[in-house]
């Protein structure tokens, strides 16, 4: 049994104001081949479809576009949940019809899961896919009034699908979750104001395979637990990451084996580190123009205008640091303490320095959330 796990897909996302539509049709047409060549029984995509629940046309197009080759086309089942980005509902649309298609769109939360059922010459593989598990829809949709959090909600669905389970029978779960012990990146949306939204590895015993969504850097975050990642950098922390899709192959019995297969970005999103001087020489030498930039100077003093000297040779640098201003070895006005402050102490401290007086409480708290949605990844190109 031969499954392709992808995942947060984020269609329509922008990064740093830039469209990235032809990035993502650059890399999806690889994802097909892959499938063309090597017919998986099954192709997952755990969440985040869309980078957020009202996407654009060209997004949606893009999708129906991706899945019509597949299952169309290729004929190979695809199963694809909602995410934290995705609506549930506008994802789910004629997810009856779909169904008999081969194509089965998980959006709700379901009452009682039922396994989509696989076949190969082992005997039967159940696969459970469930969407996001918002705490207050599932307290909701269960009328559990007492629940509380990522980890009860996520306890008592499992429970639910536990009893779907059969034994001898071997089960594969998807989801989308934060798994405690994940290494997480910028262009994950919280999945909590305050709180980690995370979710104990423990939860998932006993499952053969748990294909999961939401981390963007591929990873496993236990023996059977696995993060596809991102189709593409989406934050410019990621710039390390190396994106792709999982080959997991299920034996007759026992562990999977998981393999990644990385993707070739159509612009990769890169790191160039030195002085001006430095940087800009290298640019001239440098074939891949187009690239995502994101230059780190070590220059002692500003240089004047380097970000639109820079895009004469880099077209898309997204993102310029100066290394040593903003992070001082020591003798610089700014002190090592500011800098390590949190964002609205800072504000606070900066507040003090105009008005020669503390912030009180009532301003404290208007700011707060103020700053707390500036800094939340994922919504810069609100
Ligand atoms: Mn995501």
Known sequence: ??????????????????????????????????????????????GDIYDRADPPAAAVDLLDEVLSRLVLDLHVPVVLLAGNHDSPERLAFC????????????????EAPEPLVLEDEAGPVHLFALPYLDPERVREGLGR????????????VLDQVRRQCHAGVRTVLAGHAFV????????????????????DASLFEGFDHVALGHLHRPQSVGPRIHYAGSLLAYSI??????????????PASGPPSVAQVPLTPRRRLRRVQGTFQQVMDGARQDEDR???IVA????????????????????NTLHLE???????????????????????????????EVTGRPMDEAATALLGPVVERAMRPGEEAR
Do not use: N
């Open 290 to 292: 187009e690239d995502l």
């Open 1 to 46: 049994m031969r499954i392709l796990q992808t995942g947060d897909w984020h269609l329509g996302r922008r990064l740093k104001g830039l469209d990235l539509l032809e990035d993502q049709r650059f890399v999806l047409e690889q994802v097909i081949e892959h499938v063309e060549q090597e017919r998986p029984d099954l192709v997952l995509i755990a």
């Open 237 to 250: 922390s990621e710039t390390d990451h190396s994106k792709g899709f999982l080959w997991v192959d299920l």
């Open 322 to 352: 100066w290394e040593a201003l903003e992070h001082p070895v020591g003798g610089s006005t700014v002190s090592r303490e500011v800098l390590r402050l949190d964002p609205l102490s800072l504000f606070q401290r900066f507040y003090q």
């Open 296 to 315: 780190v100077l070590t220059d002692p003093a500003p240089v004047p205008d380097a970000i639109g000297r820079l895009r004469q040779h880099y077209p």
């Open 145 to 156: 009034d007492d629940l509380r959090g990522h980890q009860a909600a996520m306890e008592i």
């Open 95 to 110: 997810s009856g019809i779909l169904k008999r298609q081969g194509l089965r769109i998980v959006g709700e939360i379901p």
């Open 180 to 199: 405690q012990g994940g290494c997480s990146s910028e262009s994950e949306r919280l999945l909590t104001v305050g709180g980690s939204g995370a979710v």
